[in-house]
């Protein structure tokens, strides 16, 4: 059986500039723009937390705008998000990073604090015997997806940000009769009422 190599393992991180205005704008409705980025900013430094003792894997943030060295500052491998669509820049990441000579890449976004050391390992770990990694959120989505080759269908004609995403995602994977493993549901943060959830727990 081939070893299973983690020099081979990379992660992605996509992430929005934090701008006023431009961040957690379903947030916003409830506490305004400026509560909204410093929501925003501590999701990301939860991230930039838990990817700091993450060992013997390669992270790539990728930002939506512009790459940003105030953001994740300890990370050095920084790229553009490049398409129209989510599902575009997506599948452009993934891309990226397989032209790179990665084999088992993961993705991940800003959007769930409760993304451990051990989840991400344990995502990596079952890519060892699947095809698929994929953990789904309460809402329909998802906050993780990871895969060994790089399968575009899952990526063009989506409805993003809806509860069919998971579902549709799901579908997918089952027409490229490829195994999958599904990771716990989790909770993104997409409301004010969820941050304080996560706050009240934490």
Known sequence: MEKFSTKKN?????SRNPILGKVKTRIAKSCGDKKALEIYQQLIQINEQTISNLTEIKT???Y???????VYKKIINKEKQEGVTLGEKMLNAFNCIKKKGYKNIIIIGNDCPYITVSLLQN?????????????????GGYYLLG???INKHL???KEWSTESVFEDTIKEIKKDDKNLFILKKLEDIDY???????KNKN
Request: aromatic share 22%.
């Open 155 to 157: 990526f063009i004609k």
């Open 60 to 62: 790539f943030i990728f």
């Open 147 to 149: 895969m060994k080759k």
């Open 10 to 14: 990379a992660l992605i991180i996509f």
């Open 64 to 70: 939506d705008k512009n790459i940003d060295n105030q």
């Open 123 to 139: 995502a990596f770990e079952n890519l060892k015997n699947h095809d698929y990694v994929i953990g789904p959120t309460y809402d």
């Open 192 to 198: 004010y009422e969820n941050w304080i959830t996560f």
